[in-house]
């Protein structure tokens, strides 16, 4: 196999190549919008890598097949309402913003749901281990699955391109299957498109909810160019929690009307956060959507199963079980799982509470909560555990084994960061789509991945809110 090295390149041409694959980006559609109100969609580039990173293949065999078995499972445990019910029983008591989507979830449960079809756009992160064995390859563990508002299937789309752009400059040879082809937004406007067929009528449209403004508005440009390009018909609008709360109501059989469209499908980018909702207005809307025919993507009951208390629970003896009876497709499920723990005061978590404050550096604690920036790490772990290991708060938030990352080599083209070829590490998701009703799956499958690389050093991967880049993989036999 051929292979390369970032570190292979001459200090005094990288500034000429990162001009020249920078221009490239743009010019590809890798890109994010910078606040700017006097001109709204001024764009840049989104951070990257200078080079793809070398990756075994095998990693994302393995980790696309686990994503389709893992969203049957999440559409399964969102099913189960006295599973989720336990789960979040000792969480919402002590945490407000979940408790809301719960009584959301739970009055549109009771009244009786006017439409039966709800769509999942998810994305399950991983991040790779050396073997704990020692032996060549790399394990693969699950971070966190979202299955609400997972962002950046569109712009990670044009990073093969520029990779191969960046390869040919520095004059690095690569077989073309080394670097394949990958696009999550087509797969994920299928979804859309499948989703909006199903809804039944010609005229409504897909309501894209978001913020504004809105960085990652050309990652949702993205979806909306490959619905456009299969299904001109789907048309899109887009709206803010402001002008829905102006502009909305329900028709006669329940039908979600925004100004003078009918709205087949509910698409969410915006709302995961306790940020989104400064009154109970937001919250009331969130509640209407939620009651209306329109299809949602995702259902509050799918939302709430992407909680991180759920993940935790999962993973506990005998749980995967209930839901799957093939003890293969357990097996494969579970050998992704490193340990998670539940954190209540009635001393069942004392022993992990005490291995978490002296080796705080073994752990990550996280809340309820999305978007990145939420979790502590480290000196700030212990600091944090310490305060509120006698409060009740506790039980809201879960501890996690924290992953031992394969580190390898790139170049980070970020503000603040600067191009030395660095110690990095790789974050992986894998997008997918599940469509179904209570009683059957419709359509389960992935659609390609996103790969972001942050340095070693740094806690969170978030593009926006963390140190992460695009990132392509380079598949090498390991
Ligand atoms: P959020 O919902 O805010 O995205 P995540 O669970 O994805 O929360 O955590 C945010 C980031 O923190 C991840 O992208 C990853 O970089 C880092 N992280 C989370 N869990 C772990 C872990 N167990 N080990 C190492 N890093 C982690
Ligand atoms: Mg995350």
């Known amino acids: 196999m051929m292979d390369y090295h970032s570190d292979m390149i001459a200090e005094d041409v990288v500034g000429e190549m990162i001009r020249r694959v920078t221009g490239m980006a743009m010019l590809y559609g890798v890109q994010k919008t910078v ?27 393995r980790t696309r ?141 897909v309501l894209f909810v978001v913020g504004i403004p809105e960085p990652n508005s050309p990652d949702q440009r993205w979806l909306e160019r490959h619905m456009f390009e299969s299904e001109p018909r789907a048309r899109v609008i887009y709206r803010t929690f402001d002008q829905l709360i102006q502009a909305s109501k329900l028709g006669e059989n329940k039908e979600l009307l925004v100004d003078d469209y009918e709205v087949a499908v509910v698409y969410y980018r915006y709302g995961y956060s306790p940020k989104h909702y400064p009154t109970r207005k937001e919250y009331d809307l969130r509640l209407k959507m939620e009651r209306s025919r329109a299809i949602k993507c995702p259902s509050m009951a799918s939302h709430l199963a992407g909680c991180k208390k759920i993940q935790q629970v999962l ?17 494969e499920i579970r050998s992704v799982f490193v340990g998670l723990y539940r954190l209540n005061q009635d001393g069942s978590s004392s022993a992990v509470i005490e291995k978490a404050l002296a080796n705080p550096d073994q752990f990550v604690m996280k809340p309820q909560r999305e978007g990145g920036g939420n979790n502590h790490f480290g000196a700030e772990l212990k600091s944090f555990l310490e305060k509120i290991k006698n409060t009740q708060e506790l039980s809201s938030w879960i501890l996690m ?78």
Request: with cysteine; charged share 25%; net charge negative.
């Open 401 to 478: 084994d924290r992953i031992r990352v394969v580190e390898h080599r790139n170049r980070l083209i970020r503000v603040g960061l600067g191009p030395e070829c660095r110690d990095v590490c790789s974050e992986l998701g894998i997008f997918g789509v599940h469509l179904s009703t209570p009683g059957e799956e419709l359509e389960n499958f992935e659609c390609g991945w996103l790969l972001r690389t942050k340095p070693v050093e740094a806690n969170e991967g978030g593009l926006f809110s963390g140190f992460s880049c695009l990132d392509s993989p380079f598949f090498v036999d390991v």
């Open 315 to 331: 993973a506990e003896p005998r749980v995967l079980e209930r839901f799957i009876s093939d003890p293969v497709t357990v097996a």
């Open 65 to 205: 097949r686990v994503h389709i078995m893992f969203q049957t499972l999440i559409y399964r445990v969102a099913n189960d309402h006295e599973f989720m019910k336990k789960c979040l029983k000792d969480v919402l008591p002590v945490d407000d913003f979940t408790q809301e989507f719960w009584n959301i979830y739970n009055t549109v449960r009771e009244e009786g749901p006017a439409q039966e079809i709800t769509l999942t756009l998810s994305r399950d992160d991983f991040m790779m281990e050396p073997k704990a064995d020692g032996s060549k390859g790399q394990d693969v563990k699950q971070v966190e699955f979202n299955t609400f508002a997972s962002g950046a299937g569109g712009v990670i789309g044009a990073m093969r391109d520029v990779h191969r752009y960046s390869l040919n400059v520095a004059g690095f040879p690569l077989k073309e299957d080394q670097l394949p082809e990958n696009c999550p937004s087509k797969g994920l406007a299928k979804g859309l498109v499948k989703a909006w067929q199903l809804y039944g009528n010609d005229r409504a449209v």
């Open 35 to 61: 606040t700017n109100w006097e001109f709204p969609e001024q764009q840049e580039a989104m951070p990257f890598t200078l080079f793809p990173s070398l990756m075994p293949a095998e990693v994302f065999t």
